[in-house]
């Protein structure tokens, strides 16, 4: 193992320790949970022996799970869009820790030149956010309609006279959605992005396929970065390349469980664990939380970098066959919307139609499908799908263009089978059958690919 990842893990092995006694000691909730499971824990080596925790543990507990019942310093809270509603208690003590640590970081690694000047796309999705010192100097904008856009566009465009400072902004972040809508924004409205001191992208929150992020870093001239995060941890993921693994920082630890048996897996598909550690979280630290999203092991936890795992979507909207002790993939959330957002054909229900920027503006929308399943009477409660049915929301009525249709449904069936073969194995042998329908627009309600 190299240094720097011995270290890493030597910092993520002490911290997991500090946090499970700081859980046991200071959680009701984690006291009862955890049980006779901390006793002689050893770290990393026994993080498996402690209880999977789920969202609806944490709203159904969400007293009992803190460790400080103070006033909080900022309250966080998920947008629900995947799950129940769920507030998170940020609390005074880990957010001076977490402003010295990274304030002590930036002293230790001084840069040289003149400070970055960074664009941050503001959003009021996730509550009070984290302050975190920077190196760059930020300003910050909305898009959310035409006025908060062309502000965004007036400092893009300005030419600042900061001491130390960069004069041109040089990098944009922001959810995806976002940074999505001021792109379109500034497309209609005739700006140059190409010509723009933007070299850097940085996005954050939902799903980005990487046609999407290729396209954006085309469009800008740009690199796009990508990180994983969710509000429930500090600290999250970052995507190497286009669609690549996600390495994840070391102040969580990620685990890879199988879906039903929840039992760790270090290769194949299952569902990711975060586990956020003491002292960057105090007053409501979570621990082994299950995420709910589908990961690809690329490099189990044992591999000298640590754990690194490919995103493959949701597990609630993705059809598996979690029956075995491996997971067999049947129609993945993730890579389905990477097939269909490539057909132009789809109906689009955009996002930001305030900044009235025309069809941009589906660059920020939702496509309109739905998969639903079926499985035999009397099966198992975990038994695999017998039928899978997907309907297809167009920008047209079907039959007035019924050779498309026809096309364009042997063509998807070819792109499903083939990024899915344990579904066209079991479509070729009659254990599963495919429908694929399609539909005016109007008849498919709009799919929200988070």
């Known amino acids: 193992m190299n240094t720097a990842a011995d270290a890493a893990a030597q910092l993520q092995d002490a911290l997991l320790r500090e946090t499970v006694e700081w859980c046991a000691a200071k959680s009701p909730y984690y006291r009862a949970t955890f049980g006779m499971a901390t006793e002689g824990f050893r770290g990393l080596a026994d993080l498996a022996r402690l209880p999977v925790l789920t969202r609806a543990d944490v709203v159904a507990h969400h007293t009992d799970i803190q460790c400080d019942p103070s006033v909080p310093a900022a309250l966080q809270h ?12 940020r609390g005074h003590a880990e957010q001076a820790f977490v402003w010295d640590f990274f304030a002590g970081q930036l002293e230790a690694n001084p840069r040289t030149g003149l400070r970055p000047l960074y664009l941050n796309l503001v959003n009021a999705y996730h509550g009070t956010l984290t302050g975190m010192p920077s190196h760059a100097y930020v300003l910050s904008a909305g898009v959310h309609d035409r006025a908060q856009a062309e502000q965004a566009r007036g400092l893009l465009e300005r ?117 956020s550690l003491y002292p960057f979280t105090q007053q409501m630290p979570l621990v082994r939380y299950f995420t709910g999203d589908l990961v690809e092991v690329v490099e189990p936890a044992s591999a000298p970098g640590g754990l690194q795992a490919r995103y493959l979507g949701r597990l609630t909207r993705s059809v598996i066959d979690a029956t075995g002790a491996a997971v067999q993939p049947l129609l993945l959330s993730g890579p389905l919307y990477e097939i269909l957002e490539a057909v132009p054909d789809l109906a689009i229900t955009p996002r930001f139609t305030d900044l009235a920027a025309g069809f941009g503006l589906e660059l920020t929308g939702d496509l309109h499908y739905s998969v639903d399943t079926s499985t035999p009477e009397g099966a198992a409660p975990h038994a695999a799908p017998s039928a899978i049915h997907l ?22 069936t070819r792109q499903l089978w083939s990024r899915h073969p344990e ?19 109007s008849a498919v309600a709009p799919y929200d690919s988070k």
């Open 78 to 89: 998920t947008t629900g869009t995947t799950g129940a509603f769920l507030q998170i208690h």
């Open 159 to 275: 030419t600042y006279d900061l001491p130390g400072v960069e004069p041109r902004v040089s990098m944009i972040m922001g959810t995806e959605r976002m940074v999505k809508a001021l792109t379109a924004y500034l497309i209609h409205a005739g700006f140059d992005l190409q010509g723009s001191s933007v070299r850097t992208v940085t996005l954050f929150g939902g799903h980005v396929t990487p046609a999407r992020k290729q396209l954006l870093g085309q469009l800008w001239g740009a690199t796009v970065g990508d990180r994983y995060s969710l509000t429930e941890m500090f600290g999250g993921a970052v995507e190497c390349g286009y669609g690549g693994p996600w390495v994840f920082d070391p102040h969580v630890v990620p685990e890879v469980v199988h879906p039903r048996t929840l039992q760790t897996i270090d290769h194949g598909v299952g569902v990711l664990l975060l586990t």
């Open 391 to 412: 309907r297809l929301g167009l920008r047209y009525a079907p039959w007035m263009f019924a050779d498309r249709v026809a096309d364009l449904v042997q063509q998807l």
């Open 423 to 441: 579904l066209a194995a079991r479509c070729a042998d009659g254990r599963l059958t495919l429908r694929i329908d399609a539909l005016e627009g």
